[in-house]
């Protein structure tokens, strides 16, 4: 199995200031790599696939970068509604395998 | 507009049953491989199975192995998941979602995400 590691755990940033997220895979998953943002009570929301082409709707201060191994989230100015769990995931075809990381909860400072 | 709206979450005594649904509008259910996904409480997501646009390809976590069984009806556009043997563990909201691009592209991104449905397992 995949293993999706997130680091920090917690990154407390204050608003305007720029954030910067990483997930690191155990073996490589090229850019089969999703970011999602999940606020309490609610379902997760897609950010970001294939690593760094941006979803429908997301703003652009949101980007993605990586492949391989090694992946980033930044969130360029960070608004008050960013405030979040974000949480990265891998995906591979074949054979079938899908796993998320343990999230990143990011904070206002 | 393009949704999927879980039910059938509920409190269970463990070793019973539950069926969960998830019901489909907006897209061409038919098109799309879909997953269920849950998510403990306080804790992270975990994948749990999947099921191919066409019901012929069906993958299981090793932790619900066995015990779930997942299915599709496209001329309702509908999904379950037949929850057996139910343990404490499997506590935890249960999610379906879509994934991304379609056809036979079964594992991708999830881009539609249900609302959730709430399990509990306890005596």
């Known amino acids: 199995e995949i293993v999706m590691t997130q680091s920090p755990a917690t990154l407390s940033v204050s608003p305007g200031e720029r954030a910067t997220l990483s997930c690191r895979a155990s073996q490589s998953v090229s850019s089969n790599l999703a970011w999602y943002q999940q606020k309490p009570g609610q379902a997760p929301r897609l950010l970001i696939y294939?690593?760094?082409a941006r979803a429908t709707g997301i703003p652009a201060r949101f980007s993605g970068s990586g492949s391989g191994t090694e992946f980033t989230l930044t969130i360029s100015s960070l608004q008050s509604e960013d405030f979040a769990v974000y949480y990265c995931?891998?995906?591979?075809?074949?054979?079938?395998?899908?796993?998320f990381g343990q999230g990143t909860r990011l904070e206002i400072k | 507009q393009v949704q999927l709206v879980e039910s059938g979450g509920g409190v269970v005594q463990p070793g019973r049953s539950l069926r969960l649904s998830c019901a489909a509008s907006?897209?061409?259910?038919?098109?799309?491989?879909l997953h269920w996904v849950r998510q403990a409480p306080g804790k992270g997501l975990e994948w749990v199975s999947f099921i191919s646009y066409d019901g012929s390809n069906k993958y299981y976590a090793d932790s619900v192995k066995g015990r779930f069984t997942i299915s599709r009806d496209n001329s309702k556009n509908t999904l379950y998941l037949q929850l057996n043997s139910l343990r404490a563990e499997d506590t935890a909201v249960y999610y379906c979602a879509r994934a991304r691009s379609g056809g036979s592209n079964y594992c991708d991104a999830f881009d539609i995400w249900g609302q959730g449905t709430m399990v509990t397992v306890s005596s």
């Open positions: 907006g897209f061409t259910f038919s098109s799309y491989t």
């Open positions: 995931q891998q995906y591979n075809n074949w054979p079938p395998s899908i796993t």
């Open positions: 294939s690593a760094s």
